[in-house]
């Protein structure tokens, strides 16, 4: 379980940025999606909106967060009673318990979405003082069997139909995936595998790591870094078929082998196709948001 990835990287600065505009529904062609929904910026990365029971809440989008996570404060006014106990590990190997809540039904820009159990946790200490409150973490559990694309520099989440998925995928490089279902099956996050000359290493693709990319530190060398180096180093990690990640790393201890946040995301149009485990990347046609996936300052230049 990776809930908090927050946790790892509440050092970063989070700049909150403004909304962007509404993103249109679908439409009735067979070609397009069932649903498009509204992802605005939000520190380093995104946030959607989330209404339950008349309750409107402000989400991190958190693709690596496993299972959603409410506040107490926000499942108290969705009608949520807690009991009994989700428990499991962030990647820092984090011993994180919480109460639970089943099958809590909300929606996001008017599209129905269920979670089969969330977690009940305080999430507000997972975010800088200067940054606007959230009212919990959505993930990837709630799209479960469905295929949906992220649209990071866009503002977009695409819940797509059968043709929607077809036509998007078109000319888009697929990558080999695996997905993760941890928490007893409850949680669901995509891990991208990734060839180095000794073998596969899996990087998790986490939207909710605002500025860095990490490598586990018995995987650093295979990439050119050194693992025992503390501070962010320069990285170029070849992920397959052409496609790098640049940016700052880390090569932290984990128990997964990495973890591929939004500096290398936001240039990325996502598609995932969460009931077959399979996923395309195409280049964004747009730029980035400012202060989306922007690495942290080193220490030495601040």
């Known amino acids: 379980m990776r809930i908090p990835v927050l946790l790892v990287s509440a050092f970063l600065s989070m700049p909150c940025a403004a909304s962007v505009p509404q993103a249109p529904g679908a439409d009735a062609s067979p070609d397009a999606p069932i649903a498009t929904l509204r992802l605005e910026p939000y520190r380093k990365s995104v946030a959607v909106r989330v209404e339950a029971n008349g309750r409107q809440g402000l989400f991190s989008f ?3 967060g496993g299972h959603t996570v409410i506040s107490p404060e926000f499942a108290a006014h969705v009608g949520c009673t807690s009991w009994g106990r989700l428990g499991g590990y962030n990647m820092t190997g984090t011993r994180l318990d919480m109460a639970r809540c089943d099958d809590v039904r909300f929606s996001v820009d008017g599209f129905p979405l269920a979670a089969p159990v969330v977690g009940v946790m305080q999430v507000a200490p997972l975010i800088a003082a200067n940054a606007a409150p959230i009212d919990g973490l ?3 559990d709630v799209f479960a069997g469905r295929t949906i694309t992220l649209d990071f520099a866009g503002g977009h989440l695409h ?3 059968p043709g929607s998925a077809a036509k998007r995928v078109a000319g888009a490089r697929e990558m080999p995936v ?8 409850l949680a669901l996050a995509v891990n991208l595998e990734v060839p180095t000359p000794k073998g596969i290493v899996r990087f998790e693709i986490d939207s909710g790591n605002g500025g860095t990319l990490l490598v586990s530190k018995e995987y650093a060398a295979q990439f050119g870094l050194d693992p025992a180096k503390d501070g ?8 397959g078929g052409g496609i790098v990640a640049e940016g700052l ?3 932290p201890a984990l128990n ?8 290398f995301l936001k240039d990325w149009v996502v598609t995932l196709d969460l009931a077959a485990g399979r996923m395309w990347l195409r280049r964004s046609d747009v730029p980035a948001p400012p202060g989306m996936g922007v690495p942290p300052v080193p220490a030495a230049a601040q």
């Open 62 to 64: 958190d693709t690596a």
């Open 138 to 140: 959505l993930a990837l």
């Open 159 to 161: 819940v797509e139909s």
């Open 178 to 185: 695996r997905l993760s279902r941890e928490a007893q099956g």
């Open 232 to 239: 962010p180093q320069v990285a170029r990690i070849p992920l």
């Open 249 to 251: 790393a880390f090569t």
């Open 256 to 263: 997964i082998d990495g973890n591929l946040g939004m500096p």
